[in-house]
């Protein structure tokens, strides 16, 4: 191929791109209907408020390219293969894909009415906010994280549910997918031994909250490196990807991510002799995903816990719910104190109202960090508003705070021999605050709230406010 082909002026409308190579371009507001490129590489390119109206990729590769708001309505792409491409806002209406591969593309807004895709590969690739209407989707289209995607009167093989993510309950009915077919479909994975894919499709079929869902799928692997049942690499990157994916959105708590990665780290002689070295690097490559989300968390938790003035002066907490939680946090609270026995006073439900349930404890601002690492540790990321009244803190208080401070150095950190906290790459969390997360994944565990697919209602979606006061 002969690079000094590669020119800005190749492309046009009607034109014919044969061998050619065009890369690091940028083309802005430029008509390309009607053109037809065959058997060149497009690299590190961006096209913004393009048309390619009516044109024809055949046997062509799309390299780290971007694709902005522009227009593939009727086009023919033939046996191109895309690897790393960004589509943001891109209409394919009516476009025909047939026997091309996308590996790790992302599409955003983008548009796919009346599309026509035959025997395509699609892997690593993500879907956020496009439209499916009268969309064909079959065979190949496997490991794609689809994020409120509009399905409307669209085809959608069924046994799909299970390597992809992204197909709710109501996207599936929009498909025509009922739910005795979803459990049909979870029952011959399972009879199969398609352990993985059964897994995912119990993730599909999960609402706003995927946590005990992701804990299971985790679980599957692990029981799978266990049983010498053979994964593919692609589902293990498709899991990792998932995860992180979710993490991003929020979407997946911080406990569920550090329960998976206690599952991977739990077995890694049996990873070690598992034998098939592609399949140890992708499991490694997920539980080494794992451990540095965690690290995330926990650095941002110690900037929060920073933040947090404790001066022992009594307080009301104000909590909004959308609905009552099964459990109550004062009752989490208290028993944290049982663990650390620092003397607090016993946080307690002053009163409650009607309406999204509210509920009004009362304790002193000491409480505060406990609260704070246990609404983190549950996903929940809403800031603790603290409403300080001008109030004087006099030399004594200042003094307690302070030896409060030295003393967090000399804490003697009890394994709760339940989970196993990574050890940091810098130094994320203080002993203090190391030990009261342990404190806190022990008292959770004992209450049964990782066993709930909402965390017994204490979860992002139900918790909505958290006001601090000062009395």
């Known amino acids: 191929m002969d690079n000094n082909l590669a020119n800005i002026n190749v492309l046009s409308a009607n034109a014919e791109v044969v ?3 065009i890369e ?15 058997s060149s590489m497009i690299i590190a390119t961006e096209f913004v408020d393009t048309s390619f109206y009516n044109a024809s990729f055949m046997g062509t ?15 023919d792409i033939i046996s191109i293969v895309s690897s790393d491409c960004t589509f943001v806002k891109v209409c394919f209406d009516k476009a025909s894909i047939t026997d091309s591969s996308f590996t790790n593309c992302k599409f955003v807004q983008c548009s796919f009415r009346n599309i026509s895709m035959t025997s395509n590969s699609f892997s690593g690739c993500t879907f956020d906010h496009c439209t499916m209407k009268e969309a064909l989707l079959g065979a190949s289209f496997f490991y794609q994280i689809l994020q409120d995607v509009i399905w409307e009167k669209s085809s959608l093989d069924v046994y799909l549910i299970g390597y992809n993510f992204g197909f709710s309950i109501a996207q599936m009915n929009h498909c025509n997918i009922s739910v005795e077919a979803i459990e049909d479909l979870k029952k011959k994975y399972l009879e199969s031994g398609m352990l993985l894919n059964a897994a995912v499709v119990a993730i599909n079929s999960s609402t706003s909250v995927y946590d005990l869902a992701i804990v299971a799928c985790s679980s599957t692997i692990v029981e799978m490196v266990k049983r010498r049942i053979i994964i593919k690499p692609d589902e293990l990157r498709f899991i990792r990807q998932l995860i992180q994916n979710l993490n991003i959105k929020e979407r ?9 990665w206690n599952q991977l780290a739990l077995i890694q002689h049996s990873i070690d002799e598992y034998g098939i070295k592609n ?45 009552k939680p099964k459990i109550d946090l004062a009752s989490l609270l208290n028993q944290v104190y049982d663990h650390n026995a620092n003397g607090f006073k016993e ?32 996903g929940i990321s ?14 004594e208080e200042k003094k307690q705070e302070e030896a409060k401070k030295k003393h967090e150095d000399n804490i003697t950190i009890n394994d709760t021999q339940i989970f196993i906290i990574p050890v940091p790459v810098g130094l994320p969390l203080s002993k203090d605050n190391e030990m009261i ?35």
């Open 19 to 21: 061998f050619t190579t």
């Open 347 to 378: 946080a307690k439900i002053v009163k409650t109202q009607p309406g999204s349930f509210i509920a009004w404890l009362e304790s002193i601002d000491a409480v505060l960090p406990y609260l704070q690492i246990i609404v983190s540790l549950l």
């Open 382 to 395: 809403i800031p603790i508003a603290i409403a300080q009244k001008n109030r004087k803190i006099d030399k």
């Open 279 to 323: 399949v140890f690097e992708a499991i490694n490559d997920l539980r080494n995903a794992l451990y540095f989300l965690y690290q995330e968390f926990a650095e941002k938790l110690q900037e929060k816990l920073l933040s947090i003035p404790v001066y022992k002066l009594p307080v009301k907490i104000c909590l909004t719910f959308e609905v």
């Open 252 to 260: 997946v708590a911080p406990i569920t991510i550090l329960r998976c």
């Open 24 to 38: 690091n371009q940028q083309y802005h507001d430029q008509d390309f209907s009607s053109s037809t490129i065959s």
């Open 437 to 471: 997360v342990r404190d806190v994944l022990s008292v959770l565990i004992q209450n049964q709230l990782l066993n709930t697919s909402d965390f017994s209602g204490l979860n992002s979606v139900n918790l909505r406010r958290i006001e601090v006061v000062n009395v």
């Open 61 to 75: 590769r799309l390299i780290n390219s971007m694709f902005r708001s522009s227009n593939m309505n009727n086009a």
